[in-house]
C-alpha cells in the first residue's frame, strides 16, 4: 500500500508559476514509477507527465512539454511538478499516481487525494 498526498496548488495568474509536491509513504517509493494526472472542470481525467523509478526517464503530454517539469527525490520521498507559463486551460485537480512498472500500458494503482489549481487569466 501506498499513500499519497498532494500539495502547492493555488490561485496564480496566467504566466505564472507553480510548484506542487505529492509526499509518499508505504512500501519503498524508489520502486514505482510517478505520475501527474489532471481533471479540469467537466473534463475526463488526463495525463501530465511522469517519471521513472530512479528519475532518468521522463514523459510528458503534448500540451504542457517545454512549461512543466516533473521530478523526484527519492531521499524524500517526494515528487514534484514544475509549472511555469501557466495558462487558464492549465485550471484542474492535479493528481499524483504510483505504479510499479514504466510501460505506458501499466496501470497506476495507487492515487492521492488531489490538489486545485486556477490559473485566472
Known amino acids: 500500500q501506498v499513500q499519497l498526498v498532494e500539495s502547492g496548488g493555488g490561485l496564480v495568474q496566467a504566466g505564472g508559476s507553480l510548484r506542487l509536491s505529492c509526499a509518499a509513504s508505504g512500501r519503498r517509493f524508489d520502486t514505482y514509477a510517478m505520475g501527474w494526472f489532471r481533471q479540469g472542470p467537466g473534463k475526463e481525467r488526463e495525463f501530465v507527465a511522469a517519471v521513472s523509478q530512479a528519475g532518468r526517464r521522463t514523459l510528458y503530454a503534448d500540451s504542457v512539454k517545454g512549461r512543466f517539469t516533473i521530478s523526484r527525490d527519492n531521499a524524500k520521498n517526494t515528487v514534484y511538478l514544475q509549472m511555469n507559463s501557466l495558462k487558464p486551460e492549465d485550471t484542474a485537480v492535479y493528481f499524483c499516481?504510483?505504479?510499479?512498472?514504466?510501460?505506458?500500458?501499466?496501470?497506476?494503482?495507487?492515487w492521492g487525494q488531489g490538489t486545485q489549481v486556477t490559473v485566472s487569466s
Open positions: 499516481a504510483s505504479k510499479l512498472g514504466w510501460a505506458v500500458a501499466d496501470p497506476y494503482e495507487f
